[in-house]
């Protein structure tokens, strides 16, 4: 008797290039709908759910950008000197200023009627008074009509929108909200996230002394930095903690994680083929997609549905499931608050290292910028190796099968510019 000839195995999906599953992910990001009014003081990393329109324009009138005399240029020219004939402090408001007479002012004041141009009190040289009690000043350095005046809305102009919907709001842009008198600001709600884990083999810190850890037992890293990460990124973070690795309390973590949250977010056991308890769980409760994406580290990636909340699971580990949160889980979680621009920003540099066997698939090199200015490489790129994230400022994104030489051009994207 023949033996019968095995199944021929299922021929592999091809790897989805990362700007696809970028794609596919933002897709699935619908805006949250709920707003809040927060204070301005509160409102830093906050995103704006409508645009900031002034009421009034910045400055509101012609003032003085120096410490000196406001005068006019025409009476600098006709005489020796000019008579001070007010004094106009900040929070004050002089009168018209006289023919043949400059008024004393200061920074922030306003400038009045009829006079052309701020002269530095440095530029001036005050004569004794005289013995009608008058003041006089020798200007030293003849004005530009013009000169140290801060016009009248020059800064904001009034109607105009100061602050657009869907930006993320600053240190400055908090400033800019206060000049135009705004005490409250109205913002996109945060994005409720749970943060679990699943792996009877984690521990952690603290639980476990060093010296005690079991045969094949590992701290829990993963949890620290990206619960951090969430919180850079203006999200209200349940830490569901360790879960044990059954299926009954994996559906039950899930099932009730998705009834007050907006995104479930787990590390670990999302591979093609690994035995875990994630997917089984999540495709019981909702939908999953398992994505291969091209890019290393982090080929393991998972985006889907548990009752009304999203699903994500990063790979287990640690430097993949950074990398993977800052160039996926980072543009889907500020596109969740109604960010309109979620790209990240990468700068051209060059090499100081060689790179001479590249990997077809897309990489992200942890690097860091040295004293020329080049980027330099850690020595250790393995997906295991956290120690490569902290020595590094940033990584490069290295196309597929792109070898680089010192001296190449390489696009550097700052870990500034994927971790807030």
Request: overall charge negative.
């Amino acid at each position: 008797m023949t033996a019968a000839t095995p199944p021929a195995a299922a021929p592999r999906a091809p790897l989805k290039p990362l700007d696809n599953a970028l794609e596919e992910l933002l897709a699935f990001a619908t805006p949250l709908a709920k707003r809040e009014v927060v204070s301005t003081f509160d409102a830093d990393g906050r995103v704006l759910a409508q645009d900031v329109v002034s009421a009034l324009q910045v400055p509101p009138q012609d003032n003085s950008s120096m410490d000196g005399y406001a005068l006019r240029c025409a009476d600098v020219a006709a005489a020796d000197s000019l008579v001070v004939s007010q004094r106009i402090p900040a929070g004050s408001h002089g009168q018209p200023l006289l023919p043949g007479t400059a008024a004393r002012i200061f920074t922030g004041a306003p400038v009045p009627a009829g006079a052309e141009a701020i002269v530095m009190q440095e530029d001036c040289e005050v004569l004794p008074a005289g013995d009608d009690g008058t003041t006089r000043i020798v200007v030293k350095q003849p004005p530009q009509p013009g000169q140290w005046i801060r016009r009248a809305g020059e800064d904001v102009t009034q109607g105009a929108v100061v602050l657009s919907q869907g930006s993320r709001l600053t240190p400055a842009a908090l400033g800019l909200a206060a000049s135009i008198g705004l005490a409250q600001l109205q913002v996109v709600a945060r994005p409720r996230v749970a943060l679990f884990s699943t792996g009877d083999e984690l521990v952690m810190p603290g639980d476990v002394p060093p010296e005690q850890m079991p045969p094949g037992a590992i701290y829990n890293s993963n949890r620290f930095f990206l619960r951090a990460l969430l919180l850079r990124l203006g999200c209200e973070v349940t830490d569901m903690g360790i879960v044990p690795d059954r299926l009954e309390a994996t559906v039950a973590a899930l099932r009730d994680a998705s009834q007050h949250h907006d995104l479930i977010l787990t590390s670990g056991g999302v591979s093609v083929g690994e035995e875990d308890h994630i997917k089984p769980a999540v495709q019981s409760l909702g939908m999953l997609n398992l994505w291969q994406i091209a890019m290393k580290p982090g080929k393991p990636f998972a985006y889907g549905k548990v009752g009304n909340a999203h699903f994500i699971g990063l790979p287990g580990n640690p430097v993949s499931s950074f990398v993977t949160f800052m160039l996926l889980v980072r543009p889907f979680l500020l596109k969740l608050q109604g960010v309109s621009d979620v790209a990240h920003k990468s700068i051209a540099l060059s090499a100081d290292f060689t790179w001479a066997r590249p990997d077809k698939r897309r990489e992200f090199l942890r690097v860091r910028r040295n004293a020329a200015g080049n980027v330099e490489l850690f020595a250790n790129q393995s997906s295991g190796v956290l120690t490569s994230a902290v020595w590094g400022d940033g990584v490069v994104d290295n196309p597929s099968g792109q070898a680089i030489a010192p001296g190449d051009l390489v696009r550097y994207i700052p870990f500034t510019e994927l971790q807030s």
